[in-house]
C-alpha cells in the first residue's frame, strides 16, 4: 500500500513543480530557440510634453555673459542658503512645459519645445543663440527634471522612478523596481498610459514571452506610465481569512501530511 502511495504523491509535487515553472519564468518561447532576435525597432527619443520639467544650462568661453541664460537656483546646505547659476535636476528651477508647449527662456522669449527631445531643444536654442548674435561659442546642456513612470503591484520595490535617459524599455523599468516577485502574474503586466490629454490607455503583455514583449507598443515607457504587475491566485487568497484553497501550499502541505498519516496507520495495521 505503503508503495502505491508514494509515487502518487511524487506525481502531484512534479504537477504542481512544472505548473509554477511556466507561470513564473519570463521568455519561454526563446528557451529553445537561441537565435531568436527581437522585431521591436529603436523608437525615437522622449518627447516634451506640457507640464514637463526641463533644466537648460548654457556654457561658453565668457561664463558673465551666459550668465544671462541660465536660471538661478537654490539648494540649502547644512541649513544654510547657497545660490548658484544654472538649473539641474539637482536644484528647483528649471523650464516647465506650458499648456502651449512653449517655455518661456531668457533673452530668447517663448520657446516652442513640446514633441521635441532635449537633444532637439539644445540644438535648436544653441542655433538661436548663434544666429542672433548672442553668444558665438555656446554650449547648451538639457536635462530631465521631473520626468517619471510609477511601478505597482508584485514587484519588490514598487514605487516612483525618474527618467534620466532618452530611452526606458519595460525590462527596464520592471528591473528598477527590483523584479517581479514570485507572486506576480508574468502573464498580465498592465501598462496605462495617459496622452497629452490625460485620456488613459491600457496595455496588456505577458511577460512570459519574448514577441509579446519586444513588439509590444508599450516596450519603451513614456513619462507618467503606470505598470502594474498582477498578483497571482496564491497572493490573493493569501489575503483572505485562511487562503487554504487548493492552489494555497498550505493546502498541498495538509494533504502530503495526511497521506504520510495515512501511510503511517495503514503500517501500523498491517503489522
Known amino acids: 500500500m505503503i508503495k502505491r502511495i508514494i509515487p502518487f504523491i511524487a506525481i502531484l509535487l512534479l504537477m504542481a513543480s512544472c505548473a509554477t515553472n511556466k507561470q513564473i519564468t519570463y521568455f519561454q518561447d526563446i528557451m529553445v530557440k537561441t537565435d531568436t532576435v527581437g522585431t521591436q525597432k529603436l523608437e525615437p527619443e522622449i518627447t516634451l510634453r506640457p507640464e514637463d520639467k526641463i533644466s ?59 514633441g521635441m527631445t532635449r537633444d532637439e531643444v539644445a540644438a535648436y536654442i544653441k542655433q538661436q543663440l548663434i544666429s542672433q548674435n548672442l553668444v558665438n561659442d555656446p ?17 519588490k520595490t514598487p514605487g516612483t522612478y525618474k527618467i534620466t535617459r532618452d530611452r526606458v524599455t519595460l525590462l527596464d523599468a520592471i528591473s528598477m523596481a527590483g523584479d517581479m516577485t514570485i507572486y506576480g502574474k508574468r502573464d498580465n503586466v498592465l501598462v496605462l498610459r ?20 519586444v513588439n509590444s507598443p ?47 496507520t495503514i503500517t501500523v495495521i498491517v503489522r
Open 218 to 264: 508599450v516596450y519603451y515607457i513614456h513619462q507618467n506610465d503606470y505598470i502594474y504587475v498582477e498578483p497571482n491566485k496564491k497572493r490573493a487568497n493569501e489575503s483572505t481569512v485562511n487562503g487554504n484553497t487548493i492552489r494555497s501550499g498550505s493546502f498541498w502541505i495538509s494533504i502530503v501530511s495526511l497521506l504520510s498519516s495515512l501511510a503511517t
Open 194 to 213: 495617459p496622452d497629452t490629454v490625460g485620456q488613459l490607455y491600457a496595455y496588456q503583455v505577458d511577460m512570459r514571452s519574448f514577441e509579446s514583449v
Open 139 to 155: 554650449v547648451v546642456s538639457v536635462e530631465y527634471v521631473n520626468l517619471q513612470f510609477h511601478v505597482m503591484g508584485e514587484v
Open 56 to 114: 537648460i544650462i548654457v556654457n561658453s568661453k565668457d561664463p558673465e555673459l551666459t550668465a544671462l541664460f541660465n536660471l538661478p537656483y537654490t539648494t540649502r546646505i547644512l541649513g544654510q542658503t547657497n545660490e548658484q547659476l544654472g538649473a539641474t535636476n539637482q536644484g528647483t528651477s528649471g523650464y516647465i512645459v506650458r499648456g502651449d508647449g512653449t517655455i518661456d527662456f531668457p533673452v530668447l522669449g517663448s520657446v516652442k519645445v513640446e
